[in-house]
């Protein structure tokens, strides 16, 4: 008897495979993968911008990234003594405008050079809400009805909530797909929409939401070349569909539903042959976080010696991976003992 229902993965044709550089941006829930994949040491960037949701900003900041934007202290604003960006995460924000201005550079930067570089990006979108300024915002330095991509605490009433068309993101996602194409020509794009359920919009808003981004990235998908789509928002709605594998906001998919998208995401997306290192490399990941009971034992010094010799040959086997961090930790483990 079948307790749930199976979606049949599709294989990317050219599978992720160890040295190709991978680009994340989009929801909190790209941070769930994109974290995966640092720790089993790909080489990674993630959201430059911070957590972004919705397409317009998801856009902006790929065009940013393309342009090697400079943001100048005028885009810049003040709310209750912190300096803040329209166009990025709070996580830029600082007392000192000067240095909130370096950090949102510095990423850019980053992120511009990543990107031209990377084999892949993958583009989780959130939500099809996009937040605009209204008359009533104080020190903006942005004009009234433009978009932003973090509220920052700011009043209810400095913003009117849009839900964008189907065309818009379309219109957005289209011009980002030739920008990409012309800045990186053999970039691969992964699209995913997010299973975090938007509850503050409402359940039947958020549905219409994810409905559209749902069918603006298809429409994109099967229009043009080297675009993909990963059903993240499927496994988690329409596969596991139980309340059991959200937290307690009942918004957020748990650790165990993060953990199931992943394992699907590693079978359908990434190569074979690096699965098979992924495999060891989370073997030494559990080494690194043991904490045993009696430290100063004999076996226990042995387990460290073990995965000393472990690190080691993994590295010289394959020298494209940076395994300082792990090769210091035993190392620095056992001459404490």
């Known amino acids: ?135 009533e915002a104080d020190n903006a330095t942005l004009k009234t009805g433009d978009g932003v991509a973090n509220c920052h605490r700011a009043p209810a009433q400095w913003f009117h909530k849009h839900l964008m068309e189907i065309e818009e993101t379309v219109t957005m996602l289209d011009t980002c797909y030739h920008r990409l194409r012309q800045f990186n020509p053999g970039l691969q794009i992964l699209f995913t929409i997010s299973p975090v359920r938007h509850l503050r919009d409402g359940v039947v808003e958020n549905n219409r939401s994810k409905a559209r981004l749902l069918e603006a990235v298809h429409h994109l998908v099967n229009k043009f070349n080297g675009l993909h789509y990963f059903p993240a928002y499927e496994l988690v709605i329409d596969v596991l569909r139980d309340y059991r594998f959200y937290d307690i906001d009942l918004a957020h998919p748990n650790y165990l539903a993060t953990e199931f998208v992943l394992e699907k995401f590693t079978e359908s997306c990434i190569a074979s042959e690096a699965r098979e290192l992924m495999q060891e490399l989370k073997k030494i990941g559990i080494a690194k976080r043991h904490r045993p009971m009696q430290p100063a034992t004999k076996a226990h010094k042995e387990f460290l010696v073990k995965h000393i010799e472990k690190v080691s040959q993994l590295q010289a086997q394959y020298p494209f991976l940076d395994l300082s961090e792990e090769l210091n930790y035993f190392t620095t483990s056992v001459e404490t003992r």
């Not at 993965?9 to 995966?36: R, W």
């Not at 990025?88 to 000192?96: A, T």
Request: negative net charge; glycine residues 8%; hydrophobic residues 40%.
């Open 1 to 135: 008897m079948n307790l749930m229902v199976d979606i049949a993965l599709k294989k990317l044709p050219q599978p992720i495979q160890y040295g190709d550089g991978i680009m994340l941006v989009g929801s909190c829930f790209t941070e769930h993968i994109g974290n995966a994949l640092a720790e089993l040491k790909f080489p990674v960037l993630q959201n430059p911008h911070g957590i972004l949701f919705d397409p317009a900003s998801v856009g902006n900041s790929l065009l940013a990234y393309i342009d090697n934007r400079k943001y100048t202290r005028g885009e810049l604003f003040q709310l209750h003594e912190v300096w803040h960006s329209w166009g990025h995460h709070s996580r830029f924000s600082s007392m000192d405008p000067d240095d909130a201005l370096a950090k949102i550079n510095q990423a850019c930067e980053a992120g511009h050079h990543f990107l031209k570089k990377a084999k892949w990006l993958i583009l989780t979108l959130g939500s099809s809400f996009s937040y605009h300024l209204t008359d």
